[in-house]
């Protein structure tokens, strides 16, 4: 009996465990997927710009996969969406690219999106946003302007050569733009000469494909012919030389396009001596080829401006280099001299140079937007340098080099090495193959100048065939701000404090420089747009 109620027992907990195991194994309903009533805002919103597009991405909205969810996308001119969008588009992905037919190159604007609503949800309730504004940098068609083909009433605008190009928009700084529609014949050539400007003016031109911009750039238009009763027009067969000597103070000199005048001895200037020598502009200048000018005991302001000065004799490249265009022994008291838009060229040995113990102070020497090259270059230390005095009787006292090129000079930029200066200011300029052995960019020993500041400056190859150049030898020291110098740019002594070291030649940095093209080709380079002779940045 007892082993009977054993079976019935083991018999029943089988039956109970099977029971059991048979409700375990019954299949569990998952639960139904979470569908809100109200879409989430998209978040983690970027624009990314590039030159002619953008790459705007967003999350997509939690709980929206598989939901059908489309996104409205909402660009701004503001960072308060207020107004009207600039544009809108609704999406199905998290991801759009707008191009510069959609918007306007190098404008800001700011991103909104917000998930549309579906059968199901309603759209969210905000707008997800860029944190920060986005643009295009836009293309740059445009090729540098050729400062010689700038008048005071025109301008020639070159470009990379594109069939599709449609107009040019020239507008005057504070004013209204003017329409330059592009013919077949502009486009072939990739030039247009505008017309009808006013002088002395600050204009920026767009160049556009359609509504597309496709470049943008600015130039300055020349001061107009001088006029009045001080103005003395100098015909191509007059003597300038005998003008200049017997000048009043006040006079300007207005040259021609293309005009020639020569002298052999050097030229006396008249006491008190203050004018202008004004060379028309276009892509002749005037050029004087003179044997040096003398400055009287006093003299007030001496300008030159849009002048072509050659040491050639009778400016024939085969004939004889002059040494100097300035070679002050006599006693002189100068307020400025003042070299605007001019070339100085081919001198044996400089053009300034004070010297003996007469005693010379020029106040004011400055150079603005000029190119100087082969000067005081006798292959080795040079024999002058480009401003040169090295008595304590002569002195500059405030020397300005700005906006200008400067290359193959022979010995140094500056020596003034036994008296001080006031100050000395190198800015946005460029200079290459530039001096000697054992030479220094600018000597002043143990004089001082007052301020030494250089800013904006790029420093090429020195010209030392023994690489032995040297930098700045002054007490006072430089302050030097945005400024570089190229790989083979060889200073053994006085390195420039606070230069920037380029890692290439100055044949990686520059497109020509052999020929005084020093057009910038290293579009990595990061002063390409701010450092340097503005007329060769990108």
Same mark, same amino acid.
């Given at each position: ?38 879409? /989430?805002?998209?978040?983690?919103? %970027? ?34 969406? %207020? ?15 707008? /191009? ?33 504004? /986005? ?47 592009? *013919? ?68 300007? =000199? ?147 080099? %700005? ?26 300029? *460029? ?9 220094? /960019? ?64 100055? %044949? ?16 990595? =380079? ?13």
């Amino acid at each position: 009996m007892r082993l009977l109620y054993q079976k019935i027992f083991t018999l029943f907990t089988f039956i109970t465990a099977f029971v059991i195991c048979l409700s375990s194994c019954k299949k569990i309903k998952e639960p139904e997927a979470f569908v809100p009533d109200r879409a /989430f805002i998209p978040s983690g919103v %970027t624009a990314e710009g590039a030159q002619t597009s953008a790459r705007i991405s967003w999350k997509a909205s939690l709980f929206s996969a598989g939901q059908g969810v489309s996104y409205a996308v909402e660009i701004y001119n503001n960072a308060a969406f %207020t107004g009207t969008p600039v544009y809108s588009v609704n999406s199905d992905t998290v991801e759009i690219t707008v /191009f510069d037919s959609d918007l306007a190159v190098r404008t800001d604007y700011w991103v909104r999106v917000k998930a549309n609503a579906t059968a199901t949800m309603a759209a969210s309730a905000g707008w997800g946003t860029t944190t920060s504004p /986005f643009r295009m940098t836009g293309e740059q068609l445009f090729l540098p302007i050729n400062d010689d083909y700038i008048t005071d009433v025109s301008a020639q605008l070159r470009w990379q050569i594109n069939p599709d190009l449609t107009r040019i928009v020239l507008t005057p700084t504070g004013g209204t733009g003017t329409d330059y529609i592009l *013919t077949p014949g502009d486009l072939a050539a990739g030039q247009k000469i505008t017309a009808g400007l006013t002088p002395s003016t600050n204009y920026t031109a767009e160049i556009f494909r359609g509504t597309a911009s496709k470049g943008i750039i600015s130039f300055s238009t020349k001061s107009a012919t001088p006029t009045g009763p001080s103005v003395v027009t100098v015909g191509p067969a007059d003597d300038l030389a005998a003008l200049l000597a017997a000048a009043t103070p006040g006079a300007i =000199f207005v040259l021609g396009q293309g005009t020639l005048y020569k002298a052999d001895a050097e030229v006396i200037l008249p006491a008190n001596a203050s004018f202008t020598i004004w060379g028309q502009y276009g892509p002749n200048r005037a050029v004087i080829a003179f044997n040096g000018l003398r400055l009287p005991t006093v003299a007030g302001t001496i300008r030159f401006e849009n002048l072509d000065f050659t040491g050639y004799q009778n400016n024939d490249p085969a004939g004889t280099k002059r040494n100097y265009i300035f070679n002050q022994s006599a006693a002189n008291a100068t307020e400025s001299i003042v070299f605007e838009n001019c070339i100085i060229r081919n001198l044996v040995n400089t053009p300034f140079r004070l010297q003996g113990s007469a005693g010379q102070t020029i106040n004011n020497l400055t150079f603005n937007k000029c190119k100087a090259y082969d000067i005081g270059n006798n292959g080795s230390n040079g024999t002058y340098a480009f401003i040169h005095t090295n008595v304590a009787t002569g002195k500059f006292n405030n020397i300005r080099i %700005t906006n200008s090129t400067l290359y193959q000079i022979g010995y140094s930029i500056i020596l003034h090495n036994a008296a001080p200066s006031q100050s000395v200011l190198i800015e946005n300029s *460029t200079f290459d193959n530039c001096i000697g052995n054992g030479r220094y /960019f600018i000597d002043y020993n143990a004089q001082s100048t007052g301020t030494l500041q250089i800013t904006n400056v790029i420093i090429g190859k020195s010209l030392s065939p023994a690489g032995t150049a040297n930098g700045i030898r002054t007490v006072t020291a430089p302050a030097v701000g945005n400024s570089f110098q190229v790989s083979n740019t060889s200073f053994v002594n006085n390195p420039i404090p606070g230069i920037i070291s380029y890692s290439g030649s100055n %044949t990686d940095l520059f497109t020509d420089p052999v020929t005084g093209n020093f057009l910038i080709k290293d579009v990595s =380079f990061t002063g390409k747009s701010t450092s340097g002779d503005p007329r060769w940045r990108l």
